[in-house]
């Protein structure tokens, strides 16, 4: 939730430290402590929220034609816990957890991209990458997750716009049948949307998680100069 330099970053097999929060493996669960301040108004976040993978993969692909950009799932199937003292939150429910990486800049190759992903009623987990990058490539990945360890290929049908978010962020998903629909907005911003849809997938009427990337909007000035308000950073002087 805070953007740090070196000087406050440690890892090792077991625990990532940035600042005071920390991730470590206790050999069931991928535990995350919580300490930060929200802005802008500095209220403090504290908590503790564990991640119960149902099954782990070793599985890594790139997602742009120079392959220096790549993702992978490492618990797409999982169990979450979610206790926070500030503020008092607790819940649980289905979790998902993956990684994102890359050699260069984000806005280098890619122009947007939507993906989605949903819990099939067999308990494995589609998801779908539908990336468009600045040299008018399009590649898309449709993949499914099984509880075995399987990664298989899948049908993702047609390519359906969704109505513009409040930012005018033009929303994809694809759908074996019609009507895509939107059930719930969570978050919306100038350059990223992240919302609850429902769509059709192998046949059966899912629940997806879906999120619109739009890197011309991210890379602007003036969205770059309104990024610390929402993510504060530690001055590099200070690192």
């Known amino acids: 939730m805070t953007e740090r330099g070196g000087?406050?970053?440690?890892r090792d097999e077991e625990r990532f430290q940035i600042g005071p929060s920390q991730l470590h493996w206790d050999g069931q669960a991928l535990v995350i402590d919580i300490h930060e301040r929200a802005v802008p108004f500095?209220?403090?976040v504290r908590g503790q929220i564990k991640v119960?993978?149902?099954?782990l993969f070793n599985y890594s692909v790139p997602l742009d034609a120079g392959k220096k950009h790549h993702w992978g799932p490492l618990a797409p199937t999982s169990r979450v816990e979610v206790q926070l003292s500030n503020p008092n939150i607790r819940w649980h429910g289905h979790a998902y957890l993956d990684s994102n990486e890359g050699d260069e800049a984000i806005d280098q190759p890619f122009l947007e991209w939507d993906w989605a992903r949903a819990l099939m009623s067999d308990g494995s987990t589609v998801v779908i990458y539908d990336v468009r990058e600045k040299s008018g490539k399009n590649s898309l990945l449709a993949l499914r997750f099984t509880k075995s360890g399987q990664v298989e290929e899948v049908s993702s049908g047609p390519r359906y716009a969704l109505p513009m978010s409040l930012w005018r962020i033009q929303r994809h998903l694809r759908s074996e049948q019609s009507p895509v629909k939107v059930i719930q907005n969570l978050e919306d911003t100038p350059f990223y949307t992240r919302s609850i849809l429902g769509a059709n997938w192998l046949g059966?009427?899912?629940?997806?998680m879906h999120e619109t990337l739009n890197i011309p909007r991210f890379s602007s000035t003036?969205?770059?100069?309104?990024?610390p308000w929402r993510m504060p950073r530690i001055p590099k002087f200070l690192s």
């Not at 000087?7 to 440690?10: D, R, V």
């Open 52 to 55: 119960y993978p149902e099954t």
């Open 7 to 10: 000087k406050w970053i440690y």
């Open 204 to 208: 059966e009427n899912i629940v997806a």
């Open 42 to 44: 500095f209220q403090s």
């Open 222 to 227: 003036i969205v770059r100069l309104m990024l």
